[in-house]
């Protein structure tokens, strides 16, 4: 079982940056594959960004690549997504995600706006 807590969202304007964090708890956190997707009202939710459990090789969304980064440090069961050079499409709130095999595990989401 993996609990998560998702935290850093908020109000920024275009242009600007933001770093989400994911705090995760009650199992083997290295074990798991990681990923943060999003969802705006009347679209469906989308992948963002992921980071294996083992390389930690990582993967994005055309949408976000070369504005965004996901990261993952094992010792402290985190999973970060940094949010540059944020556009007004970006605002969705933002989930992350842990998965192991057939199991999959999701975080209450946290509100990115981006808007002037």
């Known amino acids: 079982q993996v609990q998560l807590v998702e935290s850093g969202g908020g109000l920024v304007q275009p242009g600007g940056s933001l770093k989400l964090s994911c705090a995760a708890s009650?199992?083997?956190?290295?074990?798991?594959?990681m990923s943060w997707y999003r969802q705006a009202p009347g679209k469906e939710r989308e992948l963002v960004a992921g980071i294996s459990s083992f390389r930690g090789i990582t993967n994005y969304a055309d949408s976000v690549k070369g504005r965004f980064t996901i990261s993952r440090d094992n010792a402290k069961s985190m999973v970060y997504l940094q949010m540059n050079s944020l556009k007004p499409e970006d605002t969705a709130v933002y989930y992350c995600?842990?998965?192991?095999?057939?199991?999959?595990?999701w975080g209450q989401g946290t509100q990115v706006t981006v808007s002037s």
């Open positions: 995600r842990a998965r192991r095999g057939s199991a999959e595990y």
């Open positions: 009650g199992d083997t956190f290295s074990a798991y594959g």
